[in-house]
């Protein structure tokens, strides 16, 4: 049995490969997205527990694809965690505006990543 459904958002497919291979390894059931669009098409029909997103992409960068969920009925309540190469103060300040939840910085440490989903996770499945 699956510990819950996680959406990989980035348009770097070595990136979305090796994080869905150790959400995978921990129980928990992936589904992926290599842009924007996708993301969001994904996030409606699959209603993800926990989405982790870029902000670095084409066809919606993670700040439109945040706001668009957090305007719909469907995700506005789903947490998201940006794991960015994007480290200035203004992508920062605008991640927590828009609801998100932790903002993880390239290259990350995987035990940071799992425990953070991990978190949220627990989080969700409590309400």
């Not at 066809?59 to 940006?82: M, N, W, Y």
């Not at 605008?94 to 035990?111: D, H, T």
Request: charged share 30%; glycine share 6%.
């Amino acid at each position: 049995m699956s510990k819950g459904k996680v959406l990989v958002v980035d348009d770097e497919a070595d990136i979305v490969k090796t994080v869905s291979l150790r959400l995978k390894s921990r129980g928990y059931e992936v589904v992926t997205a290599m842009d924007g669009v996708q993301a969001t098409n994904v996030a409606f029909r699959e209603k993800p527990d926990v989405i982790i997103l870029d902000i670095g992409m084409p066809a919606g960068d993670g700040h439109t694809v945040a706001k668009r969920l957090a305007e719909s009925v469907q995700t506005f309540d789903t947490p998201i965690i940006f794991l960015t190469a994007r480290v200035n103060e203004n992508d920062y300040q605008r991640a927590f505006e828009e609801g998100v939840s932790k903002y993880i910085a390239k290259p990350y440490k995987p035990e940071e990543l799992l425990s953070s989903v991990d978190e949220l996770m627990q989080r969700v499945q409590k309400v």
